[in-house]
């Protein structure tokens, strides 16, 4: 079974600042891996997704995140945040074989302060 | 595209009434997925249907909780009779076969339980 670690539960910066969402992965199989962003009382919006080939990918607001298979990470990362950026960020994996759901972590509130 | 589509948006109950939440997924999607979020956790996969066939409902409280997918598009979820902890926004999304094309999520239910 997969399972999904978020290392920290809230990451608050400074508008402009980089920053970067940590997020670790378990799973004896190989996966994909997601991250999601939900915005206040809004449902989950799908933000950058690695399935397969360069283990860079990015999203169209400017967030990017590496897949790490020898440290079974997927960080998301950001160099210069906005306040629109504040959000709850979720990462996700799911098999690429079987069943398929998705796994989440707990989350991460992101805080933009001006 | 048309997206997830589901209702009611809220929902306010005293414990032990019940409840049913509606789902229409995009279509030609054959998997859907019902997941719950608490406040301040990620989303917990409570069923996945696989066309109206149910893959997966190991975390569902079959107690209390019950699902149906009529006619592969449509879903219900239904809780009898509900209790406090229930409180919690019921999620439902919607994925082709493979997965790979990324999982799309309704706006979900809030549901409160006095």
């Known amino acids: 079974a997969q399972s999904v670690t978020q290392l920290d539960s809230q990451v608050p910066v400074f508008e402009e600042a980089p920053v970067e969402l940590r997020c670790n992965y378990s799973s004896s199989v190989s996966v994909y891996l997601f991250w999601y962003v939900q915005y206040p009382n809004q449902g989950l919006q799908l933000l950058l997704k690695y399935l397969s080939g360069s283990t860079l990918v990015e999203s169209i607001n400017g967030f990017e995140a590496e897949f790490n298979k020898s440290q079974t990470s997927f960080h998301l990362r950001k160099p210069s945040v906005h306040i629109s950026d504040t959000a709850e960020y979720f990462c996700a994996v799911s098999e690429v074989q079987g069943a398929q759901k998705l796994v989440f972590g707990q989350g991460t509130r992101l805080t933009i302060n001006p | 595209e048309a997206g997830v589509a589901q209702s009611p948006r809220y929902k306010i109950i005293e414990k032990r009434q019940s409840v049913a939440f509606w789902c229409n997924p995009i279509s030609g999607h054959a998997t859907l997925y019902w997941y719950q979020q608490i406040l301040g956790q990620g989303p917990k996969l409570l069923i996945q249907?696989?066309?109206?066939?149910?893959?997966?409902d190991s975390q569902l409280p079959k107690d209390r909780f019950s699902a149906e997918r009529l006619k592969g598009v449509d879903s219900t979820l239904k809780i009898q009779p509900a209790k406090l902890e229930d409180s919690a926004v019921y999620l439902c999304?919607?994925?082709?076969?493979?997965?790979?094309?990324?999982?799309?999520f309704g706006s979900g239910t809030r549901l409160t339980v006095v």
């Open positions: 249907f696989q066309n109206n066939g149910v893959v997966d």
């Open positions: 999304a919607s994925s082709t076969w493979t997965g790979s094309g990324g999982y799309t």
